[in-house]
């Protein structure tokens, strides 16, 4: 079994950076693909960024040019650089893992709020 623990949400200013990190253990080399989701009050849980093992990333629309996903295979982590945040970025951001048997993940989530 995969454990994800995500860390490096936080408050900050419109047009500021964070960087989330997340933590893989477990039974790691079934992963394949890893990446990020948020979820705002109210709303879905909607796609933000994935790479696969091999560094195939995928971005959603809103996030293009401001995020970046990266990925270190040798130390089971995945990060989202986001910079150039803005209000509407605000959500409970959650980390995933997908086996290569199809089977997701989820951590437990990290609060990211962008102030006007």
């Known amino acids: 079994q995969v454990q994800l623990v995500e860390s490096g949400g936080g408050l900050v200013q419109a047009g500021g950076s964070l960087r989330l990190s997340c933590a893989a253990s477990?039974?790691?080399?079934?992963?394949?693909?890893m990446g990020w989701y948020r979820q705002a009050p109210g709303k879905q849980r909607d796609l933000v960024a994935t790479?696969?093992?091999?560094?195939?990333?995928n971005y959603a629309d809103s996030v293009k040019g401001r995020f970046t996903i990266s990925r270190d295979n040798a130390k089971n982590l995945v990060y989202l650089q986001m910079n150039s945040l803005k209000p509407e970025d605000t959500a409970v951001y959650f980390c995933?893992?997908?086996?290569?048997?199809?089977?997701?993940?989820w951590g437990q989530g990290t609060q990211v709020t962008v102030s006007s």
């Open positions: 995933h893992a997908d086996s290569y048997s199809g089977t997701r993940l």
């Open positions: 477990g039974s790691i080399f079934s992963i394949n693909f």
């Open positions: 790479i696969s093992r091999g560094g195939t990333t």
